[in-house]
């Protein structure tokens, strides 16, 4: 099973908004996921989970808050966005890269609009 | 830094046909993989298919084959016998080999259509 499940599907908030995306894998990965995506352009990578450890930040706004509670749970905080946070947000999973091939697998996604 | 280039913007192909989507990439590195993602209109970014560099014999999964030509640095997707639901994006990304490899590097994707 290679099923990457995230809520909500859609989400509108304003922005003065608190609100939370929830992402959730049962395949035993090690290594998760947030990404952004635009219209029609590749998803660009905000942040990675190695064993519920944040490895890597690229340089994401500090309104976009990650949290990895265990090893099958990523979670994105999400306060005062802006407009141009509007986007497709992709949760994904995959086995360490220092376990193997470690593509990833990802999630159907986030569609969030900030009004 | 690793770039990856899918130079067609956009493809058609007519349903039973076969097309070729094109992708090169840039790397100093030896060791790496190389994937095909597809994204339909659903929006779900599925894998199609995977590489690994160390291997000389091109990947196949069903209607979907790759022709990788490593001194080229080149990595193209055939799809052979398409169906209306391949009508997607399709993503060629590339990831190092060993280490902390999480980073994929994606082209800017080449959006397939296949007409009835």
């Known amino acids: 099973d290679t099923e990457v499940t995230q809520t909500p599907k859609h989400l509108v908030m304003g922005m003065t908004n608190k609100k939370s995306l929830k992402c959730e894998q049962h395949?035993?990965?090690?290594?998760m996921y947030w990404y952004k995506q635009k219209a029609k352009k590749p998803p660009e990578l905000m942040f990675v989970?190695?064993?519920?450890?944040?490895?890597i930040n690229e340089s994401v706004p500090s309104r976009f808050s990650p949290e990895c509670p265990n090893s099958s749970l990523l979670n994105l905080h999400l306060h005062a966005l802006q407009p141009e946070d509007s986007a497709l947000y992709l949760c994904a999973s995959s086995q360490d890269g220092l376990a193997g091939v470690g593509e990833q697998y990802f999630g159907p996604g986030t569609r969030l609009t900030v009004t | 830094a690793q770039t990856v280039t899918q130079s067609q913007p956009e493809m058609s192909v007519q349903e039973a046909e076969t097309v070729t989507l094109s992708c090169t990439y840039d790397t100093s590195e030896s060791n790496y993989y190389l994937f095909w993602y597809k994204q339909p209109p659903s929006r779900q970014m599925i894998l199609v298919i995977r590489?690994?560099?160390?291997?000389?014999q091109n990947a196949t999964e069903n209607r979907f084959s790759v022709n990788f030509q490593k001194a080229a640095k080149s990595f193209s997707l055939k799809i052979s016998d398409s169906q209306l639901g391949d009508t997607a994006m399709y993503f060629c990304a590339f990831m190092n080999s060993g280490g902390s490899n999480y980073k994929l590097t994606f082209g800017k994707g080449t959006l397939l259509t296949v007409n009835p």
């Open positions: 989970y190695s064993y519920e450890k944040l490895s």
């Open positions: 590489q690994e560099a160390y291997k000389q």
């Open positions: 395949m035993g990965h090690r290594a």
